[in-house]
Antibody, heavy 122, light 106 residues
């Protein structure tokens, strides 16, 4: 079955970096874009952007440029989210989600990874 | 930037019909999706392309989208449906989520 499995929780100090992985299985990894979504504690879902799994070209949503980097290792069907210069406000659960494409540059997210909690605290 | 507005909470009695709305400018001209998120779990797609149900999603879940409002309807609501629900649409190649609605079954 189609599945996204993310790496485990992380506890980091302010100013450090973190790299979250998302391993896909059950489908052809390069056939679907991978998206990243943030959920701060007790808050809603916030789209961070996506990466083209064919070309490796990332697109970042407003507010997620500079310290956030999407990358791939297609040999192991894995997408990565790296966040540098971590701040307390980066504390959140980060989800990867496969985008099933539809007409007009749209689509839906299915499935989602189980989420990775990143906690930034001194 | 484009915004989707949902009521923060909706309450429903077991067996009754719950309706959760999602409002956005000319939303009816876009394609809306709905996700269910239970506590401590990742979101699950329950409706896509306004009205379609993924395999495995019960028939009691349905959707509509017209004008400025998309609606998720849960008929014969069960206790297991208690969760947060998020609408989502695309605007200018940007995915936008509504703020979420907490559905309470009491």
């Amino acid at each position: 079955q189609v599945q996204l499995v993310q790496s485990g929780s992380e506890l980091k100090k302010p100013g450090a970096s973190v790299k979250v992985s998302c391993k896909a299985s059950g489908y052809t990894f390069t056939s679907y874009a991978m998206n990243w979504v943030r959920q701060a504690p007790g808050q809603g879902l916030e789209w961070m952007g996506w990466i083209n799994t064919n070309t490796g070209n990332p697109t970042y949503a407003q507010g997620f440029t500079g310290r956030f980097v999407f990358s791939l290792d297609t040999s192991v069907s894995t997408a990565y989210l790296q966040i540098s210069s971590l701040k307390a406000e980066d504390t959140a659960v980060y989800y990867c989600a496969r985008l099933v494409p539809a007409a007009g540059n749209s689509g839906w997210f299915d499935p989602w990874g189980q989420g990775t909690l990143v906690t930034v605290s001194s | 930037s484009y915004e989707l507005t949902q009521p923060p909470s909706v309450s429903v009695s077991p067996g009754q019909t719950a309706s959760i709305t999602c409002s956005g400018d000319k939303l009816g001209g876009k394609s809306a999706c709905w996700y269910q998120q239970k506590p401590g779990q990742s979101p699950v797609l329950v409706i896509y392309q306004d009205t379609k149900r993924p395999s495995g999603i019960p028939e009691r879940f349905s959707g509509s989208n017209s004008g400025n409002t998309a609606t998720l309807t849960i008929s014969g609501t069960q206790a297991m449906d208690e969760a947060d629900y998020y609408c989502q649409a695309w605007d200018s190649s940007t995915a936008v989520f509504g703020g979420g609605t907490k559905l309470t079954v009491l």
